[in-house]
């Protein structure tokens, strides 16, 4: 190994893979612990050798150039019937919010997502577009031309909806009024005021 | 750039007087229902003057204080009407078992926020099957509801709480204690002898009945004017006496320091 | 152990739970499996032991009612310059309080929390259930028929509880005795006859 390795080092290589949604680049995983990139290839491919001496359920492999979480080949018919079963939530609570914002305030940018949600959507986007729920559906006028994106028609047929106008108006005890309106202010995009007043008529105990 | 002021802030009412009472605490005999009284009063006279808003229920607590306070300063037995007792005591244990209970989630909170802690110091792995798996992906929206969507959504554009304290669940109070007496001070030379129904005449809101009801109370301390309740239920008299302490300009901050 | 559990089951365990996106209960998994759940249980205790003393950067935990994969606490500094959103959902005391009352007491309505803590818990209540730690769970038989609100999934899981029953008992929390002698005192109608004495002394204008 070119640099000693601390234990930690190592501890910390499997909790930032662990936490991953995508393959990590040795050369981030190299800046985030602070220890040359090729002290992290190693890490990473002692890791592997370890794991699979250990016998475990899990490895790690490098994938699409970066390092990754995944489970041993071996068990797939366990993953399948995980999978299949239905009691689990399909969507993760993070896809869900981005599919939400993306349904409410379409269309939007990249950038204006990760400014509602305050982390970077960009796994669950592409995993949601893979699936072809969203889709760019134009640019943005702005410097930049950004790519917007809305739902698609699956996405309408699959919640059983008509058209989005029959998409339920949000409550209107949404919290600090101010903030959205700051938010709104700054996507530039416009609300509705009548899915607000609707709202409130539905919901007495929201007093 | 605006100064700002250090003051501490209370969740509420009980909050306030568990604050004042435990911190008498270091020696229980020496406690003094007179120094609590009077360092309650003073907590709210402050929180009018930052202009803080208030809650009803912080006034409603000092009216029962006060009453207890003066009832325990009656000198004697004789002319205490029982069903007026037994009703104090109610209200007494009331306020104590209101008291202990605020104290025990308070401490439970303590414990809470200790797990939270905990809690946000490790992070769930959430990244689900990867690509080896997506034939047997089933549809990622199955059991999606617009219920969901919509909780997500709002879930989404909530603001993360933040530590500061904020007092917007707390109600505006309209009338203070001070804007009160101002007013009597002004009325009550002119009218010479009245009574608190007359004073409070035409006031809609038991709040502002309160309000009037603590200005006179604080009046009579200061020795402006005599009161006297003949009856239980009875209306109250009020007379003006005209030899309190020089009075001039705004209700001076200390007034109910005792 | 119950049954016999073979390297299989223990391997499978691990692979469920490395793909799962939220703690997986351990019916489920001994139902993917097929070995009865409280093997399972002692399959994920022995696995999370068997991490610790390995001194893994990950560990799997009980929590809302369910296993599940997470970083070693210790090395929460690493995945939080790795996850880039670092903001924590900190809760005010007065957010905490609001909770604390709900988890015991529910299911309990707005008023029954606004009566224990002698303020208004409206918007205090919006951020929780906006940020989903609370949610009406059915409504009152009274002719009010008020929302009468309880704790979720996601409360447990910020609070890295396995159930509310981990929750520490409400009785050890009962204020001790000098504080409810302290305020019995304090409140006390007739004060003994060296107190009164005090305090007529201390306001000499109160006749």
Same mark, same amino acid.
């Given at each position: 190994?070119?640099?000693?390795?601390?234990?930690?080092?190592?501890?910390?290589?499997?909790?930032?893979?662990?936490?991953?949604?995508?393959?990590?680049?040795?050369?981030?995983?190299?800046?985030?612990?602070?220890?040359?990139?090729?002290?992290?290839?190693?890490?990473?491919?002692?890791?592997?050798?370890?794991?699979?001496?250990?016998?475990?359920?899990?490895?790690?492999?490098?994938?699409?150039?970066?390092?990754?979480?995944?489970?041993?080949?071996?068990?797939?018919?366990?993953?399948?019937?995980?999978?299949?079963?239905?009691? *689990?939530?399909?969507?993760?609570? /993070?896809?869900?919010? %981005? =599919?939400?914002?993306?349904? #409410?305030?379409? $269309?939007?940018? @990249?950038?204006?997502?990760?400014?509602? *949600?305050?982390?970077?959507?960009? /796994?669950?986007?592409? %995993? =949601?577009?893979?699936?072809? #729920?969203?889709? $760019?559906?134009? @640019?943005?006028?702005?410097?930049?031309?950004?790519?917007?994106?809305?739902?698609?028609?699956?996405?309408?047929?699959?919640?059983?909806?008509?058209?989005?106008?029959?998409?339920?108006?949000?409550?209107?005890?949404?919290?600090?009024?101010?903030?959205?309106?700051?938010?709104?202010?700054?996507?530039?995009?416009?609300?509705?005021?009548?899915?607000?007043?609707?709202?409130?008529?539905?919901?007495?105990?929201?007093? | 750039?605006?100064?700002?002021?250090?003051?501490?802030?209370?969740?509420?009412?009980?909050?306030?007087?568990?604050?004042?009472?435990?911190?008498?605490?270091?020696?229980?005999?020496?406690?003094?229902?007179?120094?609590?009284?009077?360092?309650?009063?003073?907590?709210?006279?402050?929180?009018?003057?930052?202009?803080?808003?208030?809650?009803?229920?912080?006034?409603?607590?000092?009216?029962?204080?006060?009453?207890?306070?003066?009832?325990?300063?009656?000198?004697?037995?004789?002319?205490?009407?029982?069903?007026?007792?037994?009703?104090?005591?109610?209200?007494?244990?009331?306020?104590?078992?209101?008291?202990?209970?605020?104290?025990?989630?308070?401490?439970?909170?303590?414990?809470?926020?200790?797990?939270?802690?905990?809690?946000?110091?490790?992070?769930?792995?959430?990244?689900?099957?990867?690509?080896?798996?997506?034939?047997?992906?089933?549809?990622?929206?199955?059991?999606?509801?617009?219920?969901?969507?919509?909780?997500?959504?709002?879930?989404?554009?909530?603001?993360?709480?933040?530590?500061?304290?904020?007092?917007?669940?707390?109600?505006?109070?309209?009338?203070?204690?001070?804007?009160?007496?101002?007013?009597?001070?002004?009325?009550?030379?002119?009218?010479?002898?009245?009574?608190?129904?007359?004073?409070?005449?035409?006031?809609?809101?038991?709040?502002?009945?309160?309000?009037?009801?603590?200005?006179?109370?604080?009046?009579?301390?200061?020795?402006?004017?005599?009161?006297?309740?003949?009856?239980?239920?009875?209306?109250?008299?009020?007379?003006?006496?005209?030899?309190?302490?020089?009075?001039?300009?705004?209700?001076?901050?200390?007034?109910?320091?005792?």
């Amino acid at each position: 190994m070119s640099v000693e390795v601390t234990t930690e080092v190592v501890r910390a290589v499997e909790a930032i893979l662990l936490v991953a949604q995508e393959p990590v680049p040795t050369d981030l995983i190299a800046q985030l612990v602070e220890v040359p990139s090729a002290s992290i290839e190693e890490v990473c491919v002692r890791l592997a050798e370890s794991y699979e001496a250990a016998g475990h359920g899990f490895q790690i492999a490098k994938v699409a150039g970066g390092w990754r979480f995944q489970t041993h080949p071996d068990l797939a018919p366990y993953v399948e019937r995980f999978i299949l079963d239905g009691q *689990r939530a399909r969507l993760s609570g /993070a896809a869900l919010e %981005t =599919l939400a914002i993306i349904a #409410y305030k379409q $269309p939007i940018s @990249r950038l204006q997502i990760a400014s509602i *949600r305050g982390v970077d959507p960009d /796994a669950v986007m592409r %995993t =949601l577009h893979g699936r072809g #729920y969203i889709a $760019p559906v134009g @640019r943005d006028n702005g410097p930049g031309q950004a790519v917007l994106w809305g739902t698609t028609q699956l996405f309408l047929e699959k919640l059983g909806l008509a058209s989005l106008a029959d998409m339920p108006p949000i409550a209107s005890f949404v919290p600090d009024a101010s903030l959205v309106e700051a938010l709104e202010k700054t996507l530039r995009i416009e609300a509705d005021p009548s899915a607000a007043v609707a709202e409130q008529s539905e919901e007495p105990e929201a007093q | 750039m605006a100064i700002e002021v250090a003051t501490p802030v209370y969740e509420g009412p009980f909050d306030l007087l568990l604050h004042l009472i435990m911190r008498e605490e270091v020696d229980i005999h020496e406690i003094s229902l007179s120094t609590i009284v009077d360092a309650y009063l003073t907590e709210l006279s402050k929180m009018q003057e930052l202009d803080l808003e208030i809650a009803t229920e912080f006034l409603l607590i000092a009216a029962t204080l006060i009453e207890l306070k003066a009832r325990r300063l009656l000198p004697g037995k004789e002319n205490v009407d029982l069903d007026e007792e037994l009703a104090l005591w109610e209200e007494r244990d009331l306020l104590l078992a209101r008291l202990l209970e605020c104290k025990t989630f308070k401490d439970v909170a303590k414990i809470l926020a200790t797990f939270v802690d905990d809690a946000d110091r490790v992070y769930a792995r959430t990244s689900g099957t990867d690509e080896r798996f997506e034939d047997v992906m089933p549809d990622l929206l199955e059991g999606m509801t617009l219920e969901k969507l919509q909780t997500g959504f709002i879930r989404a554009i909530t603001p993360r709480p933040r530590d500061e304290v904020n007092l917007f669940h707390v109600s505006p109070i309209r009338f203070t204690v001070a804007e009160a007496v101002e007013e009597l001070m002004d009325e009550l030379p002119r009218m010479g002898n009245s009574s608190f129904r007359a004073i409070t005449q035409g006031l809609v809101e038991r709040l502002e009945v309160v309000v009037r009801f603590l200005a006179l109370l604080e009046m009579y301390k200061q020795g402006w004017i005599e009161i006297d309740q003949a009856d239980r239920f009875g209306d109250i008299t009020v007379q003006w006496t005209g030899i309190g302490p020089g009075h001039s300009g705004p209700l001076e901050i200390d007034t109910y320091e005792g």
